[in-house]
């Protein structure tokens, strides 16, 4: 029996341009994704004590037949427990499909490394969403934060981060496609909003490298406005957003696909900011980056 666990992620830039090839900074958040896996007599899930079908779980099923191109596995009793709030844009989906094929690949004895784990579980999300960057998997499986998609990392994060969630749910596909429709609809317009979120990543490098906070997180209210302007924002996610901004936060900003889901916030005031953001609306969490990747727990 092998248990291993890979982080949440938090966008500070890019989500949505990544997908059009821009940069994007993605930082590993200490929120984790448990899955142990067991050799057994017909293949199970359990997902938070619940006895889950494999047909509702899309990114195991494809986890499975996946990992099956490239080595024989039997059948195998699956267990899972999160601490990472689900489908609300902090990587809930990566985090399941790579803790899973690194438990698979060490149960089973599968010659396969971390990189190879990142790229299987990309094609996982592929094949489920239809559209995906490899910035989710390739942090989930690595930690730390990453300038995507030439994988360069930088330093740790030395602020806090809050989360808060709007507890509604927006798909990640629903929203990809969202922009996509967009920039056929008004390409011009979109191709440059997708290519200033872009120069906010590359601009944030250096900023995160001297440990700018402020001028970072000027560059994530700016982000967000353009993240608003390919329509993925929603009201609670904004309110969320000036919560934070109004208890003193760096910057905040929509994480992940939109639509509902997650903002996230860089702070030296986490408690003001948590308290800002709960006070009247959503839930909210300050979390640790996570240094470390997937890991055997
Ligand atoms: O909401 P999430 O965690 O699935 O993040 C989606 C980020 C996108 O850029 C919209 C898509 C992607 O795969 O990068």
Known sequence: MITCSAPAKI??????????GEPAIACAAE?????????????????????????????????????????????VSIQITSDIP????????????VALLQALSIEFGVDIDVLQIASMAYDVELSVQGAASQTDTFISTMGGMALMPDR??????????VIGDTNMRGKTSTMVSKVAELKNA????????????????????PLLESKDYLGVGRLMNINHGLLESLGVGTF????????????????????????????????DKPE??????????????VVKPAREGVREE
């Open 186 to 205: 008004y390409p011009e317009v979109a191709e440059h909003i997708i290519k200033s979120i872009g120069i906010l990543a590359q601009t944030g490098v």
């Open 152 to 161: 360069m990392f930088l330093p740790h994060l030395e602020c806090s981060i």
């Open 11 to 20: 966008y500070l830039f890019g989500e949505h341009a990544v997908v059009y």
């Open 31 to 75: 929120l984790r994704t448990y899955v142990t896996v067991e050799p057994a007599s017909s293949t199970t899930v359990v997902s938070g004590g619940v006895p889950t079908r494999i047909e509702t779980t899309p990114y195991i099923t494809e986890a499975l037949k996946k990992i099956r191109r490239i080595h024989p596995i039997p059948d």
């Open 86 to 97: 689900t489908g609300a844009g902090v990587g809930s989906s990566a985090a399941l499909t």
């Open 236 to 267: 609670p996610l904004s309110q969320l957003v000036y919560r934070a901004r109004d208890a003193g936060a760096f910057g905040a900003k929509i994480t992940g696909a939109g639509g509902g889901g997650c903002m996230v916030a860089l702070t």
């Open 272 to 285: 003001d900011v948590i308290r800002s953001i709960e006070c009247c609306y959503g839930k909210a969490m």
